[in-house]
Antibody, heavy 122, light 108 residues
Framework: QVQLVQSGAEVKKPGSSVKVSCKASGGTFSSYAISWVRQAPGQGLEWMGELIPMFGTSNDAQKFQGRVTISTDESTSTVYMDLSGLRSEDTAVYYC???????????????WGRGTLVTVSS | SYVLTQPPSVSVAPGQTARVTCGGNNIADKSVHWYQQKPGQAPALVIYYDTDRPSGIPERFSGSNSGNTATLTISRVEAGDEADYYCQVWDGSSDHYVFGSGTKVNVL
């Protein structure tokens, strides 16, 4: 059973960038599309974008276009989310989540990482 | 962009039925998925493709989708069902995934 293991909490200054990782433990991402979803404190879930490693394609939410980069290192079964130009409103828990390619794009997020808290503060 | 509207909260006594709605324009034309999120935890799938339950999810959880409203129904509510619930669809027009604003189910 594949599990998603995310990197640890980060504290960043406004204007800087953060790179969060998500590693597939016990498997690979070959059958999945991987999305990043964030949740600001006390707020709801917000989809940021996805990457399909098998096809090398990505799709970013309009809100984050130009600021987010989702990439992969297939040799280590790790997906990264890089968010630049950080501001206080980017303080949130960032989750990686997968959709099986068999049900993509209309499918559901069946696996979730435990989340990575990113705090943006001067 | 496509918008999903959920009530902020629903309160229900133990043993009663909770209904969480998710409104969207012609949402019946889309596949709706529901997630449960407890404090400090990642979301977990409870209903997929409108009505299907993942293994391990009690039969008390059910879903429906018609017209402009999808509904998550929790029968015989237990204290452990207290959580936030989110609906989610894929919007083909924008090629984006969309989440509802979330509903807090309070068990009285």
């Amino acid at each position: 059973q594949v599990q998603l293991v995310q990197s640890g909490a980060e504290v960043k200054k406004p204007g800087s960038s953060v790179k969060v990782s998500c590693k597939a433990s016990g498997g690979t991402f070959s059958s999945y599309a991987i999305s990043w979803v964030r949740q600001a404190p006390g707020q709801g879930l917000e989809w940021m974008g996805e990457l399909i490693p098998m096809f090398g394609t990505s799709n970013d939410a309009q809100k984050f276009q130009g600021r987010v980069t989702i990439s992969t290192d297939e040799s280590t079964s790790t997906v990264y989310m890089d968010l630049s130009g950080l501001r206080s409103e980017d303080t949130a828990v960032y989750y990686c989540a997968t959709i099986s390619l068999a049900s993509h794009p209309n499918g559901y997020f069946n696996l979730w990482g435990r989340g990575t808290l990113v705090t943006v503060s001067s | 962009s496509y918008v999903l509207t959920q009530p902020p909260s629903v309160s229900v006594a133990p043993g009663q039925t909770a209904r969480v709605t998710c409104g969207g324009n012609n949402i019946a034309d889309k596949s709706v998925h529901w997630y449960q999120q407890k404090p400090g935890q990642a979301p977990a799938l409870v209903i997929y493709y409108d009505t299907d339950r993942p293994s391990g999810i009690p039969e008390r959880f059910s879903g429906s989708n018609s017209g402009n409203t999808a509904t998550l129904t929790i029968s015989r509510v237990e204290a452990g069902d207290e959580a936030d619930y989110y609906c989610q669809v894929w919007d083909g027009s924008s090629d984006h995934y969309v989440f509802g604003s979330g509903t807090k189910v309070n068990v009285l």
